[in-house]
DNA sequence: TTTTAATATGCAATCGATTGTTTAAAATTA
DNA sequence: TAATTTTAAACAATCGATTGCATATTAAAA
């Protein structure tokens, strides 16, 4: 019973012996058609059980109403939730949603990027990958071809941060001065930082958070219990390890790259007998759904993910309606919320 | 620097002195194309930085190489698993995904599954929410004016049985039954259900799953161990405090409707004083990343969401070749796994 | 009653790519 | 050399909707 084809407005025009364009104009709502015809072509659509062809008349206007999202992975907490974010409000607007996810995969995200410029999206909306290096020549092509082709690129959390576009980011460094301040009220001393890949800005400012927070505190930068690259669950516990292995270990981990590493580093703790929060406080990034289910829960950052999807989403539109005044870089900043928890709490209140 | 204007086969063709269709043909590397002409052309359309029009090349081809996807949350666990499969097999075929969240609310899928018929989506992939009774008369409307409007429609998870589709789904009984067999053969001699919304199949199936395996290891079916609707966490909790609070409580409890229904079970567990496994065994559904994090980790099912979508979209490719044999109704039953964690593991092995 | 303005609808081009049909040129065979 | 086949490329229609312009009709104003 498959109707091979579908109704189009030339049916509906020559069943009622009017032109296309009347039921186009009929359809749309825009210039002169008479009440009474419109009411009937109106009615004949329905009843022939008429849907625009979108192709055709994007096609015609311009425009694809479409935005292209590319994230790392969607099925991760924090991109999923923006996600969801961007979708409440360009659904309402009705445009579509291409999501990409690159695997964390600089090949994977070019393709994924050119794929979306292919499609003629009118905005990217990109998270970039840990591969993607902001400093490396040459490795943001893809986004400045996306520039070139006049499309509007907007960056969010994961940004590089030289190239001229619309960002939407969180104040980290700002959240990681207070996570260690308060650990440093909490009466921790020695406070050991599991960083990220520092080609990304977001795990570079969240190091100078730290830096920040030490100095302002006068308590020493200790090099060796900075430790690189420790941005998975397995590679926070394997930096833990090592960690608690020094002859002066750290009384306070901070993993500043996410929840899954300190979940990494609860595990070993957990494993070695070490007490949390007594004998060694942790402290997360993200607000992964996890931390508060934890024994103990996990002390973390809240990035109001939901809240920044719906920002970006939001600045898009907004951006689009002063096309004129073209804002060719803007950078809105959220403040997330340090979330304390039991993994960092030895005072009593 | 916006080029307000993209470049065209128009363009290329003016620019060389031959017609479009040459270059369309060279392009697509169809027909007759002198192999010099031809090189010339892509080089030139590179050199112009030529992108295809998709929405002109899908509007006369007559497709839109775009798959809908609709499901109740996006950001929860098993349906980002699911969509991240989808996209994987999707991605590489060259189709794009739309993606549309109904959040449990029937309006809004229904909104949404328009949205995507008028988009002339090729193919319609959904689960549906809590709030689409399949027994209601036209509730389910918007899904047969997908399949009149020759649109593939795959449903999977949650189904709607009478509907004659392509189905993927889990075999719900069978997982069920193998729960509450597990959890008799370690000494469980009171297991009450949560059950979730009866017009859901998928919370039928695991209540028969249930009823069937406490009727093989002939043990009675006690009514008030059977809690209605408790499908969230807070109604999880609810369900528990009044299960505990009968004069002969349960020594076990199965959250047959998600794993934040048993997580709810847990913590009324918990602040009660109640251990579990020793007093109290928990079993929840679909293997959420939570799950083995708890304490005690939780015994749960495994759906293999990833690769549930893998399957939903093989099986629309698949389908696709194999046009002319339309094969109208088809349901892929994946077989799910069962998890068994501490919370139901009170025997020494 | 004539002029002007407002309303209704038709005509035809356009958006960019694809494709069946023709025509022209080159290569092959008889 | 003429007849036939193969290759190359142009021509023009098509996909479905939109829209500027032209024409016709009606209503309002002079």
Redesign the pocket.
């Known amino acids: 019973m498959k109707p091979k ?9 020559s069943k009622l ?12 709502n ?9 009411k009937l072509i109106l009615k004949t659509a329905e009843e022939l059980n ?8 994007n ?4 425009e694809s109403k479409t935005i292209g999202v590319v994230v790392p992975r969607i099925n991760q907490n924090f991109f999923a939730n923006v996600i969801a974010g961007i979708e409440e409000v360009t659904y309402k607007k009705g445009y579509n949603l291409i999501i990409c996810q690159s695997n964390e995969d600089y090949d994977k995200e070019v393709q994924s990027v050119n794929t979306l410029v292919n499609q003629h999206v009118d905005c990217i909306i990109i998270s970039i990958s840990v591969e993607t290096n902001s400093d490396e020549t040459n490795n943001c092509r893809h986004l400045q071809n996306v520039l070139d082709h006049g499309i509007q690129l907007i960056q969010f959390d994961r940004v590089a941060d030289e190239l001229e576009t619309l960002k939407v980011i969180n104040d980290n460094e700002q959240a990681s001065y207070e996570a260690i301040s308060h650990m440093i009220d909490q009466g921790y001393k020695r406070i050991a930082l599991l960083e990220g890949p520092q080609n990304l800005a977001i795990f570079r400012q969240r190091k100078n958070g730290y830096l920040l927070a030490l100095e302002k505190h006068g308590m020493p930068v200790i090099d060796e219990l900075v430790i690189e690259n420790a941005w998975t669950k397995e590679l926070g516990a394997e930096g833990t390890r090592k960690l608690l292995g020094l002859t002066e270990p750290p009384d306070a981990i901070f993993a500043s790259t996410s929840d899954f590493s300190a979940l990494g580093v609860l595990e070993v703790a957990m494993a070695t007998g070490i007490q949390v929060p007594r004998q060694l406080g942790i402290c997360g990034y993200s607000n992964e759904d996890f931390t508060e289910l934890t024994y103990p829960s996990i002390t973390t950052i809240d990035q109001y993910s939901v809240n920044m999807g719906k920002t970006v989403a939001n600045l898009y539109f907004q951006e689009r309606e002063n096309a004129d005044t073209v804002a060719v870089s803007k950078t809105i900043s959220i403040k997330p919320k340090l979330i304390i928890r039991s993994s960092t709490q030895r005072l009593k209140e």
Chains 1, 2 share one sequence.
Not at 50 to 57: D, M, Q
Request: hydrophobic fraction near 30%; proline fraction near 2%; avoid cysteine.
């Open positions: 084809k579908r109704t189009t407005i030339y049916d509906i025009a012996g009017v032109t296309p364009s009347s039921v186009s104009r009929a359809l749309n825009t210039g002169y058609v008479n009440e009474t015809t419109k008429y849907k625009r062809n979108i192709l055709a008349s096609l015609r206007k311009g």
